[in-house]
């Protein structure tokens, strides 16, 4: 069975920061890139940013780039999101996906996905 779960998200004050962890089982880890996707109540699911499986590249969108930090375990088959300086606009439920067409970074590409955690930034 295949599985993407996402852990680590909450409630955070501005400023803060918190890390979540994306653990997959159910296929082959490393034939796939894995992104983080968000989603904000109202708002389209957007790329926040993936990790190539391929060459390791990784990947950001403009308004997370110098405060968030994507890596990958191979060894655990996990994808962490190390997010720093939140801000109240980074308030989603995030996503993690696997794409194996690479960083597509388009949402109706990825083949799995998880259940979403949510990440709450208070100002």
């Known amino acids: 069975e295949v599985q993407l779960v996402e852990s680590g998200g909450g409630l955070v004050q501005a400023g803060g920061s918190l890390r979540l962890s994306c653990a997959a089982s159910?296929?082959?880890?490393?034939?796939?890139?894995i992104g983080w996707f968000r989603q904000a109540p109202g708002r389209e699911r957007e790329g926040v940013s993936c990790?190539?499986?391929?060459?390791?590249?990784?990947y950001y969108e403009d308004s997370v780039k110098g405060r968030f930090t994507i890596s990958s375990d191979n060894t655990k088959n996990t994808v962490y999101l190390q997010m720093n300086s939140l801000k109240p606009e980074d308030t989603a439920v995030y996503y993690c996906a696997a794409d194996t067409y690479g960083c597509t970074k388009v949402a109706n590409k990825q083949s799995f996905w998880g259940q979403g955690t949510q990440v709450t930034v208070s100002s």
């Open positions: 990790i190539s499986s391929s060459s390791g590249t990784a």
């Open positions: 159910g296929f082959t880890f490393d034939e796939y890139s």
